[in-house]
């Protein structure tokens, strides 16, 4: 399995028209093959900065998502929003206690 972390920085004044563009897309995301899961958190200190963390089922699972229709479109409002470079990367489990 595969573990998706992307951390986004908004504007200030943007972060709900952010979560109205979640809101809208976080079902069709979840409903992708392969994606076993979806999350969104929020800074506790910072609440312009929100983090996805979602699980796949193999990194292909997630390349097919990155490479569709729903995901370009879904990003380019997201990066619209943006007050800096958003920073992702994947990671396996290695250890749960």
Same mark, same amino acid.
């Given at each position: 399995?595969?573990?998706?972390i992307v951390r986004m920085? #908004?504007?200030? =004044?943007?972060?709900?028209?952010?979560?109205?563009?979640?809101?809208?897309?976080?079902?069709?995301?979840?409903?992708?093959?392969?994606?076993?899961?979806?999350?969104?958190?929020? =800074?506790?200190?910072?609440?312009?900065?929100?983090?996805?963390?979602?699980?796949w089922t193999s990194e292909?699972?997630?390349?097919?998502?990155? *490479?569709s229709e729903l995901f370009?479109?879904?990003?380019?409002?997201?990066?619209?929003? #943006?007050? =800096?470079?958003?920073?992702? #990367?994947?990671?396996?489990?290695? *250890?749960?206690?």
């Amino acid at each position: 399995m595969l573990i998706r972390i992307v951390r986004m920085t #908004f504007q200030p =004044d943007k972060t709900e028209e952010f979560r109205q563009i979640f809101e809208e897309s976080k079902q069709l995301i979840r409903a992708r093959e392969g994606c076993l899961h979806l999350e969104l958190w929020q =800074d506790t200190q910072q609440p312009n900065i929100f983090v996805t963390h979602s699980h796949w089922t193999s990194e292909e699972a997630l390349n097919a998502y990155r *490479d569709s229709e729903l995901f370009r479109t879904t990003w380019q409002k997201t990066k619209a929003l #943006f007050a =800096d470079r958003a920073q992702a #990367f994947s990671v396996e489990s290695v *250890d749960t206690v």
